[in-house]
Antibody, heavy 119, light 107 residues
Framework: EVQLLESGGGLVQPGGSLRLSCAASGFTFSNYAMTWVRQAPGKGLEWVSSLNGGGGSTYYADFVKGRFTISRDNSKNTLYLQINILRAEDTAVYYC????????????WGQGTLVTVSS | AIRMTQSPSSFSASTGDRVTITCRANQGVNNYLAWYQQKPEKAPKLMIYAASTLQNGVPSRFSGSGSGTDFTLTIDGLQSEDFATYYCQQYYTYPLTFGGGTKVEIK
């Protein structure tokens, strides 16, 4: 059974940083691209970033503007999202998800971790 | 970025109804279109990919159709567990983009 467990969320002041983690199990982690999707309170889904199985190809949403870095450690079966210069509008639940082979849609999701940016 | 527009944004229906949700892209995405279901306080669930292929375990009352710019999600015989918000997503090109969502409520 695929399991994705996010951690690292919390309350942070504007301008601060966080590193989100997503621990994966139940599948061969290195064989799959992974992605982060976020959802602001009461709002829709917003794609954040994706990277391939080896970690060498990364993709970002336009709003990231160099503030976010996606990475993975295949030896630890863990996906990361480093978020810097946090803004109030980054407040959201951040989901990690596994991308299915053959197309960049997500077939397994974690439960999400809440990031709140507030002073 | 490709813009995905869903309609309606919400509607009410009764169990047993046949319901259709529309998703339109402002440029062609071939059939690289997925549908997700999300219930309150839960993670999204992939329902359909490649515009019309049911994800494993998804009931056959769900179906998807379309190609290019116009897509539909149909639920034929709405069940109580189907009341949720549905999102389309194009994965034809980066940045990946979602529609704004369609909330299906109980009448």
């Amino acid at each position: 059974e695929v399991q994705l467990l996010e951690s690292g969320g919390g309350l942070v002041q504007p301008g601060g940083s966080l590193r989100l983690s997503c621990a994966a199990s139940g599948f061969t982690f290195s064989n799959y691209a992974m992605t982060w999707v976020r959802q602001a309170p009461g709002k829709g889904l917003e794609w954040v970033s994706s990277l391939n199985g080896g970690g060498g190809s990364t993709y970002y949403a336009d709003f990231v503007k160099g503030r976010f870095t996606i990475s993975r450690d295949n030896s630890k079966n863990t996906l990361y999202l480093q978020i810097n210069i946090l803004r109030a509008e980054d407040t959201a639940v951040y989901y990690c998800a596994k991308i299915r082979h053959g197309g960049d849609c997500a077939d397994d999701w974690g439960q999400g971790t809440l990031v709140t940016v507030s002073s | 970025a490709i813009r995905m527009t869903q309609s309606p944004s919400s509607f009410s229906a009764s169990t047993g109804d046949r319901v259709t949700i529309t998703c339109r892209a402002n440029q062609g995405v071939n059939n690289y279109l997925a549908w997700y279901q999300q219930k309150p306080e839960k993670a999204p669930k992939l329902m359909i990919y490649a515009a019309s292929t049911l994800q494993n375990g998804v009931p056959s009352r769900f179906s998807g159709s379309g190609s290019g710019t116009d897509f539909t999600l149909t639920i034929d015989g709405l069940q109580s567990e189907d009341f949720a918000t549905y999102y389309c997503q194009q994965y034809y090109t980066y940045p990946l983009t979602f529609g704004g969502g369609t909330k299906v409520e109980i009448k």
